[in-house]
């Protein structure tokens, strides 16, 4: 069964460092998305992306964050400068998209954690 | 594995009960709804959907309900095993968006 695979499993940085994570998400769909889970709390959601553009951001999504999809396969979040609030576990997703408007089922990855000390 | 939802309700059942996990959902104009099964260290993983036209969809031992007038969503989940212990959350995606709202998750403990 295909499935968004996530690398690195765990990531352990010092404040101020750059950090990307890496996804590659299933290869027939269109929609690409990164969530964050800090430790105890909610699914939260950071980006949409889609036609090589950010589609959707929240708030937590500021200067400090950036997403590329640099080649055919790989989608990428990058944290110019962590804090130690980015600690948390990253979910990548994706979906297919369906024609009435929603993106349809989201797959998650199994997340990449990332500490910052 | 991280243990999530440290806050979390919970729902303790014995094996071989039926589960009920109840969701209130935030936004009037969420069309699409899922829920997520989440067990320790790994990515949500869907359970079942519903679409906004609909108020009841089944699955194999899970049976979504959608009731649009009070925003509430429940997963059922018929015969409770074991491997049903995780933190469940719901997502609603709203209308015209590609974002999904997670809801605050609920850990269903099994008791066998």
């Known amino acids: 069964e295909p499935e968004v695979t996530q690398t690195p499993s765990h990531q352990v940085t010092q404040m101020g460092q750059e950090v990307i994570l890496r996804c590659v998400p299933i290869?027939?769909?269109?929609?690409f998305y990164w969530y964050r889970q800090i430790l105890g709390q909610k699914v939260e959601f950071l980006v949409s992306?889609?036609?090589?553009?950010?589609?959707?951001k929240s708030e937590i999504f500021d200067d400090q964050f950036s997403v590329e999809r640099p080649d055919g396969s790989n989608f990428t979040l990058k944290i110019r400068s962590t804090k130690l609030e980015d600690s948390a576990m990253y979910f990548c997703a994706s979906s297919e998209g369906v024609q009435w408007g929603a993106a349809g089922e989201l797959f998650f990855g199994e997340g990449s954690r990332l500490t910052v000390l | 594995g991280e243990s999530v939802g440290l806050h979390l309700p919970t729902l303790s059942v014995q094996e071989g009960d039926n589960s009920i996990i109840n969701c209130a959902y935030s936004?009037?104009?969420?069309?699409?709804f899922i829920w997520y099964k989440q067990e320790s260290g790994k990515g949500p993983q869907f359970i079942i959907d519903?679409?906004?036209?609909?108020d009841k969809r089944q699955g194999q031992r899970v049976t979504v309900l959608l009731n649009k007038t009070v925003k509430h969503l429940s997963l059922q989940i018929a015969a409770t095993q074991p491997g049903d212990s995780a933190v469940y959350f719901c997502?609603?995606?709203?209308?015209?968006?590609?974002?999904?709202?997670f809801g605050t998750g609920t850990r269903l403990k099994v008791l066998a």
């Open positions: 290869s027939n769909h269109l929609y």
């Open positions: 992306f889609y036609n090589n553009e950010i589609s959707e």
């Open positions: 936004n009037s104009a969420s069309d699409y």
């Open positions: 519903i679409r906004s036209n609909m």
């Open positions: 997502a609603e995606n709203i209308e015209g968006t590609y974002k999904y709202i």
